[in-house]
């Protein structure tokens, strides 16, 4: 697949609000772990190879497990996500499938639990970043599989895994 235009050309004069966006949810309280998982099950609904791609790649950069990444597609039978990240997996895929019903209370209530208000914000934006960056992955079509990880967020604790 051919990219569409030339994203690195533009990108240092239209994306700065995405940017800005990006470094929000990497500031915030949810830890690069479930901001990890959120990217990847997200891009996964939307079928985008580019930011499957990168997320991985800065998933495993910052030592996530293979496991654990195959497993999203199935995250509510694994053993291996803990409840926070099922909620925060779950409200993912809510709202990145919002024009199928929109969120609804039930999942809300199953949700809310694990996060407080402040931390539920967050999730939403951090579903609405890779949401919108997964769209313009598509509508440019990014070429999927030359990306690198270079200073993505660290998983504390844990050692960086080769990609």
């Not at 499957?52 to 999203?72: N, P, S, V």
């Not at 895929?93 to 694990?114: I, K, N, Q, Y």
């Amino acid at each position: 697949m051919k990219a569409r235009i030339d994203t690195q050309k533009i990108a240092a004069t239209r994306l700065d609000g995405m940017s800005g966006l990006r470094a929000q949810v990497e500031g915030s309280g949810l830890g690069p772990k479930l901001v990890h998982l959120i990217r990847m099950r997200a891009s996964q609904l939307n079928g985008c190879a580019y930011c499957l791609d990168m997320h991985w790649k800065d998933a495993r950069a910052a030592g996530e497990t293979e496991q654990r990444l195959y497993g999203l597609d199935a995250c509510r039978e694994a053993p291996y996500y803990d409840e926070r990240e099922r909620a925060g997996l779950e409200w993912t895929e809510a709202v990145t499938r919002v024009s199928e019903g929109h969120v609804c209370d039930e999942v809300f209530e199953r949700v809310h639990p694990h996060f407080s208000d402040e931390e539920l914000a967050d999730l939403t934006l951090a579903v609405v970043e890779i949401n919108a960056w997964n769209r313009i992955a598509i509508s440019l079509r990014m070429p999927a599989g030359s990306y690198q990880p270079r200073g993505s967020m660290r998983v504390k604790g844990e050692a960086r895994a080769a990609s």
